[in-house]
C-alpha cells in the first residue's frame, strides 16, 4: 500500500467518523429533553454513581489486571499483578476516549521500555485480551437479550451471532494450528497458540466475563440512582449491546452513540423518555468518574504507577 493510498484511506475514516459523530451529536442535541434531564440529574442519589460506580470499576480493573497476569505467564514472563493493576488502571482510564479502546496498547509499550517483556509477545497477549473481550460481549449480548426476549432486536439476529461464534472459533483454531511456526508470521503466532489449550481458554473466558458483569453492574448502580431499576439480565444486555455499537461507531468515546442507545434501550423497557435520557447522561458520567480514578492512581502512586526502573526485568520462561 502506497503512501498516497493510506493518506486516502485515513482520510475517508477520518470523513466518516467524523459525519457520524456529528449526526449523533445534532441528534442528542435536538431530541433530548434537557431542562427534564436536569430536573432528573437534579434529584439523581449521587451515592450510587460515586460510591457503586466506582467499585465496580475498579473491581473491573483488578480482574483485567488478573487475565493478563494469567496470559503472560502462560507465554513465559512473569509481572507482579499490582504494576499490571497500575498500568491496567491509568491506561483503561485514558483508552475510553480512543476507538475501539485502542489506547489501551500503550501500556504494552510502556511494559516494552522498561524491558519487562517483548513486543510481539505483548501484543500477542493485548490481540488475545480483545478478541476475547469481543467473543464475550457478543455471547453476554445474545444470551441476555435472548433470556429478556428484548423487544430490541429481532431473534434471527440473536441466533446470527450464535452462529458466526460458532463458525468463528474453531475456523481461528485451526489456522493457529496450520500456521508453520518458523518466520515472521509463526513468531507473530505462536504465543496466540496459548488459546488452544481448552482449560485455559475456559478460564480466560471465565474471567472476561466477570468483568463484563462488573461493568453491567456499575451500570445498574448509576442508573439506580435515577430509580431506574433493571434486572442483572436486563442491564447485561444493556450493557453489552450498547458497548458493540460503540466500538463499531469507532467514535472517540462513542460521543452521541452511547446516549443515543442507552436512551432507546431504557425506552423500550418502559420508562418515559426524560427519565431514559437522564439514565443515558448518568451512565456517561462514569466516564468521568473512570479518569478521575485514573488520575488518583497517578496522584497517589507517582509515576510509579506507569514506570519504574529498568533494571526490574520479568521472568522469561519461554514461549
Same mark, same amino acid.
Given at each position: 500500500m502506497?503512501k498516497?493510498s493510506?493518506? &486516502?484511506r485515513r482520510?475517508?475514516t477520518?470523513?466518516?467518523a467524523?459525519?457520524v459523530?456529528?449526526l449523533? /451529536? =445534532?441528534y442528542?442535541?435536538?431530541?433530548?429533553q434537557?431542562?427534564?434531564i436536569?430536573?432528573?440529574l437534579t +434529584?439523581m442519589?449521587?451515592?450510587?454513581l460515586l460510591?457503586g460506580?466506582s467499585?465496580?470499576?475498579?473491581?473491573?480493573w483488578?480482574?483485567r489486571?488478573?487475565?493478563?497476569?494469567m496470559l503472560?505467564?502462560?507465554?513465559?514472563?512473569?509481572? *507482579?499483578?499490582? %504494576?499490571?493493576y497500575l498500568?491496567?488502571?491509568v491506561y483503561? &482510564?485514558?483508552?475510553?476516549?480512543?476507538?475501539?479502546?485502542s489506547?489501551?496498547?500503550?501500556?504494552i509499550?510502556a511494559?516494552?521500555? +522498561?524491558?519487562?517483556l #517483548?513486543?510481539h509477545i505483548?501484543? &500477542?497477549?493485548f490481540?488475545?485480551? =480483545?478478541?476475547?473481550?469481543?467473543?464475550?460481549v457478543i455471547?453476554l449480548?445474545a444470551a441476555?437479550?435472548l433470556?429478556t426476549?428484548? *423487544?430490541?432486536?429481532?431473534?434471527?439476529?440473536i !441466533?446470527?451471532l450464535?452462529?458466526?461464534l460458532?463458525?468463528i472459533?474453531p475456523?481461528?483454531a485451526l489456522?493457529l494450528?496450520?500456521?508453520?511456526p518458523?518466520?515472521?508470521?509463526g513468531?507473530?503466532v505462536?504465543p496466540l497458540?496459548?488459546?488452544?489449550d481448552?482449560l485455559?481458554?475456559i478460564?480466560?473466558?471465565?474471567?472476561?466475563?466477570?468483568?463484563?458483569i462488573?461493568?453491567?453492574l456499575?451500570?445498574?448502580?448509576?442508573l439506580?440512582?435515577l430509580?431506574i #431499576?433493571?434486572?442483572?439480565? %436486563?442491564g447485561?444486555?444493556?450493557t453489552?449491546?450498547?458497548?458493540?455499537i460503540?466500538?463499531? &461507531?469507532?467514535? *472517540?468515546g462513542?460521543v452521541?452513540i452511547s446516549e443515543?442507545? /442507552?436512551? +432507546?434501550f431504557l425506552i423500550r !423497557?418502559g !420508562?418515559?423518555?426524560?427519565?431514559a435520557q437522564?439514565g443515558?447522561?448518568?451512565? %456517561?458520567?462514569?466516564?468521568l /468518574?473512570v479518569i478521575?480514578?485514573g488520575v488518583?492512581h497517578?496522584t497517589?502512586?507517582? =509515576?510509579g504507577?506507569? #514506570?519504574? *526502573?529498568?533494571?526490574?526485568?520479568? =521472568?522469561?520462561?519461554?514461549v
Amino acid at each position: 500500500m502506497t503512501k498516497q493510498s493510506k493518506l &486516502s484511506r485515513r482520510l475517508i475514516t477520518f470523513c466518516i467518523a467524523a459525519t457520524v459523530l456529528t449526526l449523533a /451529536v =445534532r441528534y442528542i442535541i435536538i431530541n433530548f429533553q434537557w431542562h427534564e434531564i436536569g430536573q432528573q440529574l437534579t +434529584h439523581m442519589n449521587w451515592a450510587w454513581l460515586l460510591i457503586g460506580g466506582s467499585a465496580s470499576i475498579l473491581a473491573y480493573w483488578l480482574t483485567r489486571a488478573m487475565r493478563l497476569k494469567m496470559l503472560l505467564e502462560k507465554m513465559g514472563v512473569s509481572i *507482579p499483578l499490582h %504494576r499490571l493493576y497500575l498500568l491496567n488502571a491509568v491506561y483503561l &482510564s485514558l483508552s475510553i476516549i480512543t476507538p475501539f479502546q485502542s489506547g489501551e496498547a500503550l501500556k504494552i509499550e510502556a511494559l516494552k521500555r +522498561h524491558g519487562l517483556l #517483548e513486543r510481539h509477545i505483548g501484543y &500477542s497477549a493485548f490481540f488475545i485480551e =480483545r478478541v476475547l473481550d469481543l467473543i464475550v460481549v457478543i455471547g453476554l449480548a445474545a444470551a441476555s437479550l435472548l433470556l429478556t426476549a428484548s *423487544p430490541t432486536i429481532d431473534r434471527t439476529l440473536i !441466533y446470527t451471532l450464535a452462529l458466526l461464534l460458532a463458525i468463528i472459533l474453531p475456523c481461528c483454531a485451526l489456522l493457529l494450528r496450520l500456521v508453520p511456526p518458523a518466520g515472521k508470521l509463526g513468531r507473530i503466532v505462536a504465543p496466540l497458540r496459548i488459546t488452544l489449550d481448552p482449560l485455559f481458554f475456559i478460564r480466560q473466558v471465565l474471567i472476561t466475563t466477570l468483568g463484563w458483569i462488573l461493568v453491567s453492574l456499575g451500570w445498574l448502580a448509576c442508573l439506580r440512582g435515577l430509580q431506574i #431499576e433493571l434486572d442483572l439480565f %436486563r442491564g447485561i444486555a444493556l450493557t453489552t449491546t450498547v458497548t458493540l455499537i460503540n466500538i463499531f &461507531s469507532f467514535i *472517540p468515546g462513542a460521543v452521541g452513540i452511547s446516549e443515543a442507545g /442507552v436512551a +432507546h434501550f431504557l425506552i423500550r !423497557y418502559g !420508562y418515559e423518555p426524560a427519565i431514559a435520557q437522564a439514565g443515558a447522561i448518568a451512565v %456517561r458520567l462514569t466516564m468521568l /468518574v473512570v479518569i478521575a480514578l485514573g488520575v488518583l492512581h497517578v496522584t497517589a502512586f507517582g =509515576r510509579g504507577a506507569i #514506570e519504574w *526502573p529498568q533494571r526490574t526485568k520479568a =521472568r522469561h520462561s519461554g514461549v
